[in-house]
Every structure is written in structure tokens, then in C-alpha cells.
């Protein structure tokens, strides 16, 4: 049995708990408290666990003394007493959801009968990442509305191309699937850290890979994770737009997908450290991630972007001309609709330096579009690495300018700066897209807007006249 029955298996057990009206998500947080205790019983490090807490204890018992076993098991296991951090971090606060005796035991039986010996040969925190990818592909968890794509992800870390002693970060962390997609492009490079020296393994374990959470939930999962990956930087949780976040600074990568919309109700970063003030949660994180780059020349980040970031006016345009002047902005890719679960949102992936200076970085833009004619993608059509090796083709030119693909574009800075620092550019135009996705420039596409407005404002005046010269006709 591989890891993708395993993970098969155990959420299709997401059906015993439905009487109990348990949600995916909590499904998810309550097989990571019993998956934590299993996983470290097939690790054999299992005394990180107080004796009598373990897996063996809780497989013994059975009805209502499990029942009340377990939640005790939780409390104890969050408790400020326990030594190990990582222990206490994921049980801190923890509880569980199932009233059902029954339900909690066939649970750990069924977990208990797994085939654990191929899920270790594939490696657990490979088997745990797929049960964290099966929930946010799920739409009725609601955990996957702007889950980023396992291709996506892979694809950026390799553009980005980490190095063994560089310093990576993602502020908006999530179940951290972007360190744990660095950790393992580097992993493999160098034979599993194997190729190092013991200082530098020592370094890549506990020091190399960092982020920050804001959902506890979600950040139990993150710890979990880089548990099974063995991976044991610094990973807070809080929100990194907060005084609580200004510790993310002088990192060589970036790799992140930050959440979607404003601060709720409005309210504005509590940063002090960030130049513009803005309740836009992207444009304060984009701040973020180009102010916490080194400034040494190897200071990088890809960053996962809305539409709206790109043509925002106002404090927008102020913040892409910060950018544009620390960074250089060397690439933008528009990425394909409908590859996050929240269908209609539109997304890019800003690719950028950190300059020596804060002056003048950018003097050219590329830009490749992904958006244009491509498929509706979904169960039937995967979103596979396939469809971008024109990027990587291009991106990794020696000389962009002799590459001959129609969604590679150049626009130099002078180029932007006439259309009011806006970098809603590079769509190709075609016949099948809206008039506003065919159009590059702001202006032209809002003189269009109040054209076409204009000429059907008029055409429903002709038809109103047309009914009521029928309506008069039918009286007489």
C-alpha cells in the first residue's frame, strides 16, 4: 500500500465522524493528534512522549474509558510541563470533537492497521503533506480556497533555486509548504544533507527554514509537518503584519502566498517598520517581503499576488514604485484562472532582487503570460508541470530577448511609468478574452469601459422608445 491508499484510507474515515457533525478541517486537526502519537511509535522516538501518553496506551482502551483517556491525553500533552517544545506546541490548547466512543475507536484502530511499513519507506511527512493537499483539494473543508498548487509551489522553489546555507522565510506559512518544498529541492541536491559538513547540516535543520502563522489551527498542522520533514527552525505563530512579525528580517529567500483581501474591518498593519499605510493585506505583505531581503545581492523572492496589486492607484502605485526601485523586478508571471478553489480569483507570481541600493533597480520587466488560451483546469484537466516549460525555458535564458515564445514580453521601466506605474501588463490579446483582460493600458481600458457603456445606454434608450411607441399604438 503507497502513501496515496494510506491517505485514501484515512480520509475516507472522515465519514464515521459525520453524525458527530465534524468538519474536514477539525478531521484534519484531530488525526494530527492521533497521527503525531502513532507517527512517533513507527519513528521509535517515542520517548519525547511521557510514559503512559503514548499510542500504546490509547490502541488498550476501548468505549468510554478511551473516550475519557484521550481527552485527558490532550490536556496533559499541552501542558507547560511537557520538556519537548514541539509536543507542546501541537497540543497546546488542543481538544477534540468526537462525542461518539465508537466513533474515537474505530479511528485508532483503523489508523492503528495501517500498512506503516511502506508509509515509512515513502517517508511520513510525505504521507502527511498528501493528507494536508487531500483536505485543502476537498472544497466542502473550505481549507483549500487559495491553497496553492503543489506544481506551483515546486516550480517557483526551483526558479528561485535556495542554496545550502542560505536563510528562507514564509511569512504567511500556512501547513509551510513552501519550506518544506525548499528543504526538499536542496535535500536532493546534496544527498539528503549527507554531501555536508555537520555544521552545515546542523544549520539547514534548525536554522535555515522559517515562517509565521496567524491561524493556530493551521500552524499546529505547519509544526506537524516539519516535524515529519525534521525540520526545526523558527516557526511563530501570530501575525507577521503585527509588531509580533518584525523579527522576519535579512533572509536571502522568500517563498509565499499571502492571504487574499483587507484587515477585517479596515484596520491597518500595526508594523511600524512599513513605509506605506494601507489595510490591503497583499500591498502591506508585499512591503514585507522586500523590506525583510538582504541587501547583500542575493536577497530573492517569488511571491504569490492578486490582479489587484498590480494596478491598485493610489497607495499601490506607491508601494510598485517602492518596489521597483529597491528590487528589481525582473519577471512576472500571469497565472492561469481557476488553478485556487476560489474560481474567480486571479493571480500572479512576482518574481524579484533586492537591490544593492534603493534606487533605480528595475529597468526592464518580463512577463509571461499563462492566462491566455489556456484550459479550464480542474479533476480533469491537472494542472501538471507541462505547462510551464515555457516559463522555465525562458526565465532561465541566457539572453531573454532571443526567446521566441508569444507569452514573453519586455516592458521597459520608462514603459510603465507612462502608464501610471501599473503592472497589469503582458496579457496577449485575444478574441475569446473580456476587452478589459485584452487591454494593456489603464487609460484606454476605461475610455473603452465608458464607450461601450455609452453605446449600450443608447441602444436600451432606442428599445425603450420602441415599447412605448407599441404601448401608444395598443391604447389607440
Not at 191 to 206: G, M, T, V
Not at 467 to 473: F, G, T, W
Request: aromatic content about 8%; proline content about 3%.
Amino acid at each position: 500500500m503507497n502513501n496515496a491508499e494510506i491517505v485514501s484510507k484515512l480520509w475516507n474515515l472522515a465519514s464515521v465522524l459525520r453524525d458527530d457533525g465534524i468538519t474536514y478541517h477539525e478531521y484534519v486537526t484531530e488525526l494530527t493528534y492521533l497521527l503525531f502519537l502513532k507517527m512517533m511509535q513507527e519513528q521509535g522516538t517515542e520517548s519525547n512522549i511521557p510514559e503512559g501518553k503514548r499510542w500504546s496506551d490509547l490502541v488498550s482502551k476501548e468505549g468510554i474509558e478511551l473516550n475519557r483517556f484521550y481527552r485527558q491525553l490532550l490536556l496533559d500533552l499541552g501542558n507547560e510541563d511537557i520538556e519537548n517544545k514541539s509536543l507542546r506546541l501541537i497540543y497546546n490548547g488542543a481538544s477534540t470533537s468526537i462525542d461518539e466512543p465508537k466513533n474515537l475507536e474505530k479511528i485508532i484502530k483503523s489508523i492503528d492497521g495501517l500498512d506503516w511499513y511502506n508509509a515509512k519507506e515513502e517517508g511520513l511527512g510525505n504521507l502527511y503533506e498528501g493528507l494536508l493537499e487531500k483536505n485543502a483539494s476537498e472544497k466542502k473543508s473550505g481549507a483549500g480556497q487559495y491553497f496553492t498548487p503543489r506544481v506551483l509551489i515546486d516550480v517557483m522553489v526551483q526558479l528561485i533555486d535556495p542554496k545550502v546555507g542560505e536563510r528562507c522565510n514564509d511569512p504567511a506559512a500556512g501547513t509551510l509548504g513552501f519550506m518544506i518544498a525548499a528543504d526538499h529541492y536542496l535535500k536532493e541536491k546534496t544527498d539528503n544533507y549527507f554531501d555536508l559538513s555537520p555544521e552545515e547540516a546542523e544549520f539547514q535543520k534548525k536554522e535555515a527554514f522559517t515562517g509565521m502563522e496567524l491561524v493556530k489551527d493551521t500552524h499546529r498542522l505547519a509544526l506537524m509537518n516539519a516535524l515529519l520533514h525534521d525540520m526545526e527552525g523558527r516557526l511563530e505563530q501570530g501575525d507577521s503584519l503585527s509588531a509580533n512579525g518584525k523579527w522576519m528580517k535579512n533572509f536571502n529567500v522568500v517563498l509565499t502566498n499571502p492571504p487574499f483581501g483587507t484587515k477585517k474591518g479596515g484596520e491597518r498593519a500595526t508594523r511600524d517598520d512599513l513605509t506605506f499605510e494601507t489595510s490591503n493585506k497583499q500591498l502591506n505583505f508585499l512591503q514585507l517581503i522586500y523590506n525583510s531581503l538582504v541587501t547583500d545581492g542575493t536577497g530573492r523572492a517569488a511571491v504569490v499576488l492578486p490582479d489587484n496589486v498590480l494596478f491598485e492607484s493610489g497607495i499601490g502605485t506607491q508601494i510598485r514604485r517602492d518596489l521597483m526601485n529597491k528590487c528589481n523586478l525582473h519577471t512576472i508571471l500571469r497565472l492561469p484562472t481557476g488553478i485556487f478553489y476560489a474560481q474567480g480569483v486571479k493571480t500572479n507570481v512576482l518574481f524579484f532582487d533586492r537591490g544593492l541600493t534603493d534606487e533605480g533597480n528595475t529597468k526592464e520587466v518580463w512577463v509571461y503570460d499563462m492566462r491566455t488560451n489556456m484550459p479550464s483546469f480542474g479533476k480533469r484537466t491537472p494542472f501538471t508541470e507541462k505547462y510551464f516549460e515555457g516559463l522555465i525555458k525562458a526565465y532561465n535564458a541566457e539572453n531573454r530577448v532571443t526567446v521566441k515564445d508569444i507569452r514573453w514580453n519586455m516592458f521597459t521601466r520608462e514603459e510603465i511609468s507612462t502608464k501610471f506605474d501599473s503592472l497589469d501588463i503582458g496579457l496577449i490579446a485575444d478574441d475569446s478574452l473580456s476587452a478589459y483582460d485584452n487591454l494593456q493600458d489603464p487609460i484606454e481600458s476605461a475610455e473603452e469601459a465608458i464607450a461601450k457603456l455609452q453605446q449600450a445606454m443608447s441602444l436600451l434608450n432606442e428599445v425603450a422608445e420602441e415599447l412605448r411607441a407599441v404601448e401608444v399604438s395598443s391604447d389607440e
